[in-house]
């Protein structure tokens, strides 16, 4: 196997100026899966981290029929103060969850007292919320000395671009008014403590209130949680822990459902669509890998039909042959692989140096390409395997060569 | 002793609607340790009498005996690994392989042996590379040496795995004179050394004098048979 090994890298440099230029070609397209995967997955991963550490969370509980529901934000499908309980035990329970934050969720109408707007209310716990969504408080414009403390009672966060539209101040009253779901109208006077950015982009209307706030306005006894944001210590834990509630008796007893931020954000087909682009990427290596091999190795095969008979007279048998041309096939995968790795691991480190900062949505995103080793295997291996695949029939086609034609063919 | 038998062999060739019958009912009994030229023109069946021999081909019709196996039966692996324990092979192009020294080229036949010690390896090819005379040449590759010098590595080549026979297709074809006569005595000179039987064929009438056994091949079939030397 050694020489075999030796014969076949040799044999791979007798015509460099081919196999350079082959070897270049699968080189450029390793180099391409790996940097468009680094900047892939970095974008994918700032996007998904910006959505759910600024206002998602990983995951979310509603009661039963609130995502589905007709109406919007609708108060009639909240937990109950023993459901609640219920819940935080079981979240408690799971090692994997970091913090969780109820929220009663509203629609109001948000006054200056003299132009009125709706408005999109979330009702948190400031502590609660702030370690479920550790990013938010980044997205606050105002002066918040404790992010553990971003609002108070009697105040209200509003956002941008009703601020702008209302012409409110920080420091200014407003009037929220709301109905409960018994229906009644009731108002409450709030101070904006600061404004807030948007992660949904400029039309988002969404503002922050204490929930002790919130259940003045509706008029409720304890607090109805329409909503609980979960956050976990890992993302990658998402599938698992959402497997665990959606088998603890959260789910099994049909009151409650668990939703990944996948399943809630119009984002998910973002991301699923950069997973796409990644795997088209991958076809493309294949497909380039696929047809450079098979076409410098039948060149080869073609080029080389008398010494094949050579060798064949000489005592080496089919299996030998169809080996040394396999090999040829994969030292070619190998060598433009690992140059390819190299030169793309080199391109994205010059690109996560120089930081690549910009705007997606109303997302600042900074991007910092890198690629899990696991993606960078799964390329060589990827490579490696069309390699053996696209040597196959050449060599197929050399071991069957009859060794007295094979020697008459000039 | 008999090495070769050939009974009643005929090789026809089908090349879409003519059909060629190179050879015509060869018998032939060749001893072990003889040095044998198979003579005649263009066309005449040598070519293909010596791959019958050599395992690279199968008679249509016949035996062909090597050291009492009938070589006609094997498969392809079977033939390769016949070939590559019992016979060896000098050809008109040298046929060395470009990408190996002169010295791998001569390893290559036992590296397709199975077991053989390095060491052994190593004493072989030397051995042969000097009674050639081209152990200063080892290091280079076949480009870089002479046509004589690559059918003197050739001849080593053949004479690597110790086989009983050597085959050799006009092997002074692309030589001057005074080279062919050269190649044609080391030839000589290792069948009187390790008692291999050599054939070769050629068109040469000054190089056949040079074999102890003539065979003369016409419209493929042998039409006489002559012992021109006595063993030396």
Known sequence: MKNLIKIAFRNLFRNKRRTILTSSLITFGVVLVIVFGGLAISFKSQMVGILTNTAMGDLQIHHNGYVESIDNLPLNLTLSGTELEKVEKILSDIPEVASYSPRIKIGAMISNYAQTSNIRMSAVYPKMENRTVPEFAKRIKGNIPNPDEFLKQGEILVPENLMKGLSLKIGDEIVLVATNKDGSVNAITLRIAAMTENVFGPSGKDGYMHIEDAQFLLRQDQPEIVEIAIHLQRYDQLNKVYSQLKQSSISKDSKFEVHTWEQLSPFASIARIVDLLIIVVKFILISIVLVSILNIMTMSVYERISEIGTIAAIGTSPRRILSLFLIEGSAMGLLSTVAGIIIGLGILWIMNISKIDFTFGSMDLSLAPSIPASEVLVVAVIVMIVSLFAGLQPAYKASKMEPVDALGHN | ?232
């Open chain 2, 1 to 232: 002793m008999s090495l070769i038998r050939l009974e009643n062999v005929r090789k026809i060739y089908q090349t879409g609607e003519v059909t060629v019958q190179a050879l015509k009912g060869i018998n032939l009994d060749i001893q072990k340790k003889s040095f044998v030229s198979f003579i005649g023109p263009s066309g005449s069946g040598k070519s293909t009498l010596l791959n019958l021999i050599g395992c690279l081909d199968k008679p249509t019709e016949g035996k062909v005996f090597v050291n009492n196996v009938e070589v006609g039966l094997f498969n392809r692996a079977e033939s390769a690994a016949f070939r590559g324990k019992n016979l060896g092979f000098v050809f008109q192009n040298f046929n060395l392989i470009p990408v190996l020294t002169v010295y791998e080229n001569v390893e290559y036949p036992l590296l397709m042996l199975d077991h053989l010690p390095l060491k052994e390896r190593n004493d072989r090819v030397l051995r042969l590379l000097e009674k050639v005379g081209m152990t200063d040449q080892k290091k280079k590759y076949p480009n870089q040496i002479s046509g004589g010098q690559k059918q003197r590595v050739a001849v080593a080549r053949a004479l690597v795995t110790n086989p009983q026979l050597v085959l050799a297709d006009e092997p002074t074809a692309n030589l001057d004179h005074a080279t062919a006569f050269k190649v044609i005595n080391i030839m000589q000179e290792m069948t009187n050394e390790f008692g291999t039987t050599f054939i070769f064929s050629t068109h040469d009438p000054k190089i056949v004098g040079e074999a102890e056994i003539i065979y003369t091949l016409e419209d493929g079939a042998i039409v006489n048979s002559e012992i021109k030397k006595e063993k030396k």
